[in-house]
């Protein structure tokens, strides 16, 4: 399908490989505040979300939260919030990302009884849109849209 790496290329996009994991995830290595991380790609998390543990490694600041998470077999669990984040895939960046933070001990917990590594987080739906992204399952490639260099005056 090299027809569809043509055309997002013409269009600016970015072409990032993705790992399938034993359990049939989607995995990137993301950078937040610096600090690389892995996590699993999701479309459907409304969010991108870190575990409480990886608090202190990606430099968050964290303030209470009113937002219950849901997912992977668990219901109504504690979260936090940081703002002001910033996230680096391959060449494209985004600042100011707000992150939900929240345990994830459920989702690795299942990751590593499937013989997969555990992760830091979810790059959830917020960063895939304003990513403007398009997922390539068949040959497991993420494609980014760049955003366009401001000429300087």
């Not at 600016?12 to 892995?38: C, F, V, W």
Request: hydrophobic share 40%; aromatic share 6%; proline share 1%.
């Amino acid at each position: 399908m090299s027809s569809l790496k043509k055309l997002l290329k013409k269009k600016g996009y970015h072409r990032i490989p993705l790992t399938l994991t034993n359990t049939n995830h989607l995995e990137i290595t993301a950078t937040i505040n610096n600090k690389k991380g892995r996590f699993i790609l999701d479309t459907g998390a409304s969010n991108t979300c870190i575990g409480f543990d990886r608090i202190d490694y990606f430099n968050l600041k964290s303030k209470a939260s009113k937002i219950k998470a849901a997912g992977a077999g668990a219901t109504d669990m504690e979260t936090l919030t940081s703002s002001k984040n910033t996230i680096e895939i391959a060449k494209w960046t985004h600042k100011k990302l707000k992150i939900v933070l929240f345990d994830l001990i459920h989702v690795n917990t299942a990751l590593i009884a499937h013989d997969a590594e555990p992760v830091d987080g979810i790059i959830g739906a917020d960063v895939l849109n304003k990513a403007k992204a398009v997922i390539d399952y068949k040959n497991k490639v993420l494609y980014l849209k760049l955003k366009k260099k401001k000429k300087h005056r």
